[in-house]
Nanobody, 124 residues
Framework: QVQLQESGGGSVQSGGSLRLACVAS???????????MGWFRQAQGKQPEGVAG???????SYADFVQGRFTISQDNAKTTIYLQMNTLKPEDTAKYLC???????????????WGQGTQVTVSS
C-alpha cells in the first residue's frame, strides 16, 4: 500500500505561485516502474477533478484549465512528484490531493492511493 504525503499548500494572492510536493512511501520499488502519479483537486462543494498526471516514463497530461500555468515533474527516484503552479487564480482555490496507482489511463492514475491533501487558497 502506497502512502502519500502532500505539502506546499498555502494562501497566495491572485497571480502568485506555489509549489506542491507529494512523497510516496511504502513503495515496492520493483513495482514502482509501473506506477503513475498525479494531482487532483476538490473545491468546496464541487466534485474532484484531475489537474495533472505523470507516468514513470515522464509523460505528462494536464487538465484543460491548467492552460500552461502548472508544471508537473518527478524526482529521479520517481517517488516524489511536484506541481509548480504559477499565475494562480481565485478559482484554483481547492484542496489538492496526490494519487498514485499502477493502474494508469495514459498518465493519469486510476483507483489509486490518496494522500490527505494540502489546501491552496488564492485571494483576489
Amino acid at each position: 500500500q502506497v502512502q502519500l504525503q502532500e505539502s506546499g499548500g498555502g494562501s497566495v494572492q491572485s497571480g502568485g505561485s506555489l509549489r506542491l510536493a507529494c512523497v510516496a512511501s511504502a513503495y515496492n520499488p520493483r513495482r514502482a516502474r509501473r506506477y503513475c502519479m498525479g494531482w487532483f483537486r476538490q473545491a468546496q462543494g464541487k466534485q474532484p477533478e484531475g489537474v495533472a498526471g505523470i507516468d514513470n516514463n515522464g509523460r505528462v497530461s494536464y487538465a484543460d484549465f491548467v492552460q500552461g500555468r502548472f508544471t508537473i515533474s518527478q524526482d529521479n527516484a520517481k517517488t516524489t512528484i511536484y506541481l509548480q503552479m504559477n499565475t494562480l487564480k481565485p478559482e484554483d482555490t481547492a484542496k489538492y490531493l496526490c494519487s498514485a496507482s499502477p493502474d494508469c489511463r495514459g498518465s493519469w492514475p486510476q483507483f489509486g492511493s490518496w494522500g490527505q491533501g494540502t489546501q491552496v487558497t488564492v485571494s483576489s
